[in-house]
Structures are given as structure tokens and as C-alpha cells.
């Protein structure tokens, strides 16, 4: 991260920058001399003499967010941080000749690409400054994140019968065993399951589906039954799994979301 | 006025002993004693419980810290909100306090000790605890703060360990306070500087009440070990590891900016330095976000671990009850290669 103080670098420092000392002070001390020199002279060279490392980082991060360009020497514990304002870089009164004796060892900005590239000089592409982290593998990502799962929980499905589809009802009973377990796997789980009529009886006590339903519910889904339904089929009191909900809240999801009918 | 900052370099609990410099150390100590300990140093939990009978165990806590605001009253409120917040972190109720002070002779005299007394006083009160005693030495780096102890039902007890699979994570309130105590030393962003003092004096009190009508799974307060810190003690004690989104994680006004601008505390980089190894950052995260995830945090929130699908309605009674930055940041998962994924 560091390069070399060469006498090029220490002749431009001498010639054109404004020190700052801050030396013996701890954060944020070092940022605020730093940030009243940006503030004094505008589009001038600013050095920084810092003697510890966090100075150093907190400095150069505050440099980088004003659009400075930053370059870095450690001497010992004493750092000395030279910023560059892009204005003094394009009007090219600076450092002449610096940028061509050591190409390699500038940090990689737009601007110093640019100035390399016109010289004809070729400059590797930047390395980034934050955190060195290994790459995770990919087994690792398979999980929903929050935005994730409020932006896919969008749809809501409202089940009428507890079964699915139109034909056998035999063999949409076990459909719907099928249905539930798949959705329950499924990577996009829905916000809402919303149970209508025939299908209410799916959280009743004899109900072959109350596994299923409370697995989606620990998931995120929201399950709730038709409290008129549930009145109906006598099961009002005895409702095994998920919330009791009224005929507004259905209608709103079928108006306001997207809602599925089964 | 004085300036009790100048009197330290560091403050608040980002004056802890890193966890990469206690962590071997710790190691060393005995555990689990006593049979009737149910709760000790081994799982990095918040305090340390012993059982009293099969419905009262005793919940044991100390927290002091260095000045990190220059107003003493602000200081002692700060001092004793962040010193029960390990009560109600494990879920149990603080009663009583005894008081440990380090002053120099000079603050006494001046009248700066009883204003950070007076201050602290009124914490403890509006929490029902009763201060027992204390003790004062005389040091040239102000240090105050409390012993505090609690009562828990011994089968009520919330630990790191217990965050299940599916889980979402929950924090009461938002981070930033290192930042702004360090923008604070240097006069800026007064706005935000006062709402940190602000949420550094909130109790955790009602956020614990909140989860005690909820299935919480697991819970903490962050602290200096930061976000990150807390988040993967919860993470390694339960056996998972855990994604957090950073748009979702709740911040206070000017901390991005301030950490933007580097005013970012020494103990940042500590944390970094330590849990390093433990966090996975995407690309996308902003040099910024990562520091706030490392920031040292003063009497921070309490970061819950709950069904997710309770998470809803547990932010909302939250906000309920004043802390209106409550939020979901993220989702427990399956063990993974790192213990904290951000992205």
C-alpha cells in the first residue's frame, strides 16, 4: 500500500505543500487539521504528518471522500500523507516527471490512469483499498437475505379447497400434500397463505397437512383461515396452526398484491 | 468547563481490551465452578447467572468506561444506562448497583464527580435499582460506571447460543456511536452527536419487555466488540452463522458521513483486525458501511434472535415503545465458511 518516498516526491512535498503536522495528536484530531488546510487552501498540495496508523487510514479515507488523490509514505511510525487536489492534476503544473519515474507504484485512480494513458505509459488496473477477504464458496450463499425475502414474499396464495385443481378430488388431495411440501422447499416462499372455505379444514385437528403448514410458517409465510369458514366447519376453536382473518384483509390481498387463486 | 474527553484517549466502551488481545487469556480462566452456575464467561454472554432456587437465579454484570462526552451529567446517564443493559440483555431485571469510581482529586473538588452522580442517579432510578455503595480511587484518567445485579428466572434466561435456522435478527437501536463521540471531540456534526447521547441513554428496559411477549431464541447488547462482534458471538455460540443486509442495518444521522470522512475510532480498526477472519463482506458494502459494522458501540441495542415470523410485529411493538429505529437486518442460516456474511 505504501511506496517509496523518493527525493521526487519529497522535492514536490517541499515545493509546493502545505504540512500539517499532527504528530502527537490521536483521531480525530489529524482529520480536523486536515479538513481546516482543505478548507485554507483550496487546490494546493496538503501534507499530513501523522505517527500512527489509524490517523493515517481515517485521514487518507476523509482525503479520498473531498476527491483528493492520495499518496501514502511510512517512515518508521511517522506517516506522510500527500493530497493531491484533481484540479492541481489536471491542470499539470505538478510533479512532472514524477508520475513517469515510478508508474508502478502510484495509486490507481481514474485520473492518474488517464495522465499515464496519454503519456503512453500503461498502469495496472486498481487493487482494491477496503477489506482483504477470502472469496466464500459458493455453498455458502444459498440463504435469503432481507431484501431478499420482502421483495420475493410478494405474492400471496389464497387456496378455496383442500385440494388442488379441477377432476379427482382423490387424487387432488394428494396433490395438495405435494403442493404444500414443494412449496415449502421452494428458493421464493410466498408472503401469505390465506385459506378460504374447504380449505380452512386444512388446520383442523384431522387436518393431514399441519406439519407442512407449520414448517412454512417458521419459514417467514404468514398463514391465516377464513374466520367465517372456520365457523362454518365448526373449527373456530380448534384451529391448529396459523391466525384467524376476516374477509377485508382477503379482499385487500387480492386488490393491493399479487395474489394467486387455487 | 472542564473537557473530560481530554482526559482520555480513547472513551466509552471503545476502551475496552480488544477481543484479539483478551481472547487467549480468557481462555485460561476455570469455568462452571459451581453446579448452580448456569450461566458463565465460556459462551462470551453479556453477565454471569447463579441459579438461587428453581424460580430466582442472580444475574451479575460490571461495566465502567473512560469519559467519551465532555458534559459530566451526560457522562454518569451514559456510564449507568450502559452498565444495567447487560441485566436486560440477559433477559432479567437489575435491582441493585455499586458504584466503581476513578477520579482525579482536582474533578472531585471542581464539582465534576457529583454532576456525573446526579446523572447516573437518574438512570438508576427511572429503572427501580438501588444503589447499595461503592467504591473511589483516585486515578488521572476519569473511569466511571457499575457493578449491577439482577434477578432472571432461571428457565427465562436469554443467552448467545439458541439462535436457530430461519431465524430473523433484530436490533433495538441504531449504530454509530463511535463515530459521533469521535466527531464529537472534534466539534462536528452536532445534530448527530445529540442523538447519540440520546440513544446512549436510552435503557434497554423496553426493548427487553417488548421480547419477553415474543419467542426470543437468543439475545445480546451490542457493545464495543461491535455489530460484527456481537453478531458472531450469537453466531459461533448457536452453532450458525448469519446474513445481514447492510441497507437494512439501522444508523444514526451523519454516522455514514462521519465515517465517510474518517472519523472513525482506533477500536474500529481493532475489531476489524480481530473478527477480520469471521466476516464476509460483498462487494457492494461500502468502505463506510464496513466501519460502521466495526464501530465501537456505547450503550447499544439489544440484538435479538426470533422466528421469523414474529419479526414483523416484534419491530412494530418496538417502535411502539419509542425505539423507532428498530429493525430486521438480516437472517440466521446454516453454518457457513464465515460466521457473518453482510452484503
Known sequence: MMSMFTNEWKNAMERDGIIVDARGTLCPTPVIKTKKAFEDNPEQLIVTLVDNEVSQQNVEKFAKTKGYIVECFQEGLDYTIMMFPKEMLKADTLLEGVFEAKPNELRRTEIIEDRASEKGITVKAGAPVALDIKTPLLEDFPFPLVSNTEASRSKVIILTKDWIGNGSEELGRNLMKTFLFSLSEAEQLPKKLILLNGAVRMVGPASPHLEVLASLQEKGVILESCGICLDYYGLK??????NITNMFVIVEALTKEAAVVL | MVKLTEFAAKGGC???????ILGELLQTLPSKQKAEVLVDMSGS??????????????VQTVDFFTPLVDDPYWYGKIAATNSVSDIYAMGGDPKTALNIVAFPIPLVEQGVLSEVLRGANEVLESCGVALLGGHSIEDEVPKFGFAVTGYVHPEKIWENKGALEGDVLVLTKPLGTGVLTTAAKGGLFPEGVELAIQTMTTLNKSGAEVGRTFTIHACTDVTGFSLMGHAREMMKASHCSCALEAKALP?????LEGAEMGLVPAATYGNRKALGESVFFDAGVSAAYQDICFDPQTSGGLLFSLPAREGEAFVESLKEKGLYQASIIGRVMTKGAYDVYVY
Request: contains cysteine; aromatic residues 4%.
Open chain 2, 45 to 58: 454472554d453479556d453477565a454471569g447467572v447463579i441459579k438461587i432456587s428453581d424460580t430466582l437465579a442472580l
Open chain 2, 14 to 20: 471503545a476502551c475496552k481490551i480488544g477481543p484479539h
Open chain 1, 237 to 242: 376453536e380448534v384451529v391448529q396452526v396459523g
Open chain 2, 251 to 255: 444508523m444514526l444521522l451523519y454516522a
